[in-house]
């Protein structure tokens, strides 16, 4: 991200909870704990965390799908449209739809989701461009999607296809292409690279850089492998317990890691000839349907104080681009 681009997604307080009824009574789960987030044009923007901080929730949510048993709780979200910016929280059902057909992507977790095993690739593409674009016939939807394949270098004979013949890193490229199609404003992407070997997790991550650098656009991607983000990735949310406990540049993120969360995902990544033993986070992420009181990560931090049982800590700006959550740092210190 060579300059500071305008706003184009902007959240104000969210909260989206899991209300479930359990034996007669409820449970509530904070998968997303009061998240502001500001993510601008023409950027890829990372979501990390262990698995269960609610990174896929916090998505689903960007991406204004929320079904039960998930309910928005409170908060606002507001996508930049027009140039002007829209909170699509009040949307109806029918207008939240059509926004997602022609604004906004999503590259869920497992390709094989996306498509229907008897059917060849270019079913595929012609049923999804058929329902988002009117007045295109077969020929001309065909076209439209051979050309994106062919552009993003994917085999001339892909669309023809079925699913299984492909290999996993192909149907994940493929879903990408998909993705991208409609040239869409935001593209969202829940761990696009998991389950695939670092070989053609490289080639996936390419893909999406270049759909980056061609279209200009944005790309959400939520992936627990800070390696990727490393090479993705132009800032980076650190995601915990349902918040966002820092957030910088990629480059603040790796060489200044504020908070002890943080610090441990970073220690944690093997290093070239050092072979010695990585440290781990200690113990295990809470139950997000029974956060602790305070600051979230403290039962497993090794510098909690009293403070840190008793209260959050606000995101204190540590400069213009890094934010941290955490009373020991930015004055904080309680």
Request: net charge neutral.
């Amino acid at each position: 991200m060579a300059e500071k681009q305008q706003t184009i997604l902007r959240t104000q307080n969210l909260q989206a909870f899991y209300v479930l009824e359990m034996q007669g009574a409820q449970k509530i789960v904070k998968a997303v704990n009061e998240v502001n987030l500001q993510v601008y044009e023409n950027e890829i923007y990372g979501i990390a965390g262990e698995s269960g901080c609610g990174k896929t929730t916090l998505l689903k949510t960007l991406f204004n799908e929320i079904a039960p048993p998930l309910r928005l709780i409170e908060g606002k979200l507001y996508y930049r449209i027009n140039d002007a910016e829209v909170d699509v929280t009040g949307m109806s059902a029918d207008e939240k739809r059509r926004l997602r057909m022609e604004y906004i992507s999503y590259i869920p977790q497992g390709s094989m989701s996306v498509f229907n095993p008897v059917q060849r690739i270019r079913g595929t593409f012609q049923d999804f461009i058929g329902s988002h674009v009117s007045g295109k016939n077969r020929e001309q939807v065909f076209e439209l999607a051979h050309r994106r394949v062919l552009e993003l270098g994917l085999p001339r004979n892909v669309l023809d296809t079925y699913p299984h013949q492909l290999s996993g890193g192909m149907r994940q490229r493929v879903t990408i292409a998909l993705a991208s199609v409609l040239n869409p404003r935001i593209m969202i992407g829940d761990e696009p690279t998991t389950a695939l070997d670092v070989v053609v997790q490289r080639g996936v991550i390419q893909m999406l850089k270049e759909i980056q650098r061609s279209l200009k656009n944005t790309i959400i991607m939520v992936t627990h492998d800070m390696g990727v983000h490393a090479n993705i990735a132009d800032r980076i949310g650190i995601m915990y317990a349902g918040k966002i406990v820092e957030e910088g540049t990629t480059e603040q993120i790796f060489a200044n890691p504020s908070h002890p969360y943080t610090q441990f995902l970073i220690n944690s990544l093997p290093k070239f000839g050092d072979k010695s033993m990585r440290d781990s986070v200690p113990g295990s992420p809470p139950s997000l349907a029974d956060v602790p009181k305070g600051c979230p990560f403290h039962p497993r931090c090794p510098h909690a104080r009293d403070i840190c049982r008793q209260q959050m800590p606000d995101l204190t700006r540590l400069n213009d681009d890094h934010k941290v959550a955490c009373w020991l740092v930015g004055g904080q210190d309680g």
